[in-house]
């Protein structure tokens, strides 16, 4: 591959294909910069409206990851720098990478997601909005945001509220991850296959024979994702545990459901990992996670992604988010000094203030 951070192509001949976008900085696991959602902003803007192109395949370079999310690192030098905002490259930042998910979950034709490996934050927002998400052996979804205060933004708001039961609740607050058969159940994935046939993939959809007709195209890719996966899907956790984690994020008062899931004591390895997951995270995340999650239930998309650009505002603006991504990814000590140490600790001001509007904040556009 060429050292572009998002490799532009094309599969197919004649007069109809299918374009192609490859993230490409494997060695950070594709995370998402500036300059690549504006790159992929461009050409989807572009394709969507050049006949030529009849369906969009996005993938990711290396065997590891999709995407495991954006430059957090970039976002909190921003809120470090800026004080109390207005936080300009962060805060910019967020509202092109929302436009770009905007225009991915309203695109006019199909979008096949490729995807393998880690899927996270960023990433899931791309993928999500595709109307093909395939997932493979070796798919590792989750929006792990509450470990670094921040929340699932990138369309959470939207998708997460679309996961049966209280799924999408429990992945926010407790940063668990997904294998292929857990997307699948909880309608975060579409269609499994072995990680080895991408390349039969992007065959067929470099040979069909593809028409003008949206719908039409749709049933083309359709067709192609039912080849028979060469690999076996993995055992799912999610679906056995619908009754335990319904029970766990049952209601409306966050420090009920707090209470309950620190004292998970039974012998399922995943559910303990998700209360430790939710322990170790910042608890005044905690609260804008579960505000916004049920603020949002009713949202359109548009309202959405309004809502979490102003709430991303605000989050950068404060100083939990840079503490977090410093106790992970820059000193990796582990060791976050929160500003609280439970959720009924958080302020009810204080949380007010992250759902008002931002001083100099950005407003979102919208192409269509």
């Excluded at 504006?38 to 050049?50: N, P, R, V, Y």
């Excluded at 936080?87 to 225009?103: D, H, I, P, S």
């Excluded at 603020?295 to 950068?316: C, P, Q």
Aim: with cysteine; hydrophobic share 45%.
């Amino acid at each position: 591959m060429s050292e572009e951070v998002v490799v532009v192509s094309t599969l197919g001949e004649g007069d109809r294909r299918v374009g192609r976008l490859t993230l490409n900085v494997p060695r950070i696991l594709n995370s998402l910069d500036a300059e690549m959602i504006e790159i992929m902003l461009g050409k989807l803007l572009e394709w969507a409206d050049d006949d030529s192109i009849a369906a969009i395949y996005i993938d990711g370079e290396g065997e590891k990851a999709f995407c495991a999310g954006g430059d957090v690192h970039e976002l909190r030098r921003s809120s470090i720098e800026n004080p109390g905002g207005p936080c300009t490259y962060a805060e910019n930042f967020f509202a092109r990478e929302y436009q770009m998910n905007y225009v991915l979950f309203t695109y006019p034709k199909p979008v096949i997601c490729w995807g393998h490996g880690v899927v996270m934050g960023g990433g899931m927002g791309v993928m999500a909005g595709c109307s093909h998400r395939v997932v493979s052996e070796r798919t590792r979804i989750g929006m792990p945001e509450i470990t670094i205060a921040l929340f699932p933004d990138v369309g959470g708001s939207y998708f997460l509220n679309r996961t049966p039961g209280m799924i999408g609740r429990f992945l926010s607050l407790t940063s668990a991850h997904l294998n292929a058969a857990d997307a699948l159940f909880a309608n975060l994935g579409d269609a499994f296959l072995a990680h080895e046939q991408r390349h039969d993939v992007m065959a067929a959809l470099a040979s069909a024979q593809w028409t003008t007709n949206p719908e039409a195209n749709t049933a083309i890719v359709d067709a192609i994702l039912r080849m028979t996966p060469s690999a076996e899907i993995p055992a799912g956790a999610v679906e056995p545990l619908m009754p335990e984690i319904d029970a766990l994020m049952a209601g409306d008062d966050l420090v009920e459901i707090s209470d309950r899931l620190l004292a998970y004591d039974g012998d399922n390895a995943w559910l303990q990992k998700a209360r430790d997951g939710f322990a170790h995270g910042s608890k005044l995340a905690a609260a804008w996670i579960f505000r916004q999650l049920n603020d949002s239930v009713d949202y359109s998309l548009k309202e959405v992604f309004d809502t979490e650009l102003r709430l991303g505002a605000n989050i950068m603006r404060h100083p939990e988010f840079a503490e977090g991504v410093r106790a992970l990814l820059v000193d990796k000590d582990r060791q976050p000094k929160w500003q609280f140490d439970a959720v009924q600790d958080v302020p009810d001001d204080l949380l007010e203030s992250f759902f008002k509007e931002a001083d100099g904040a950005p407003n979102m556009h919208y192409p269509w």
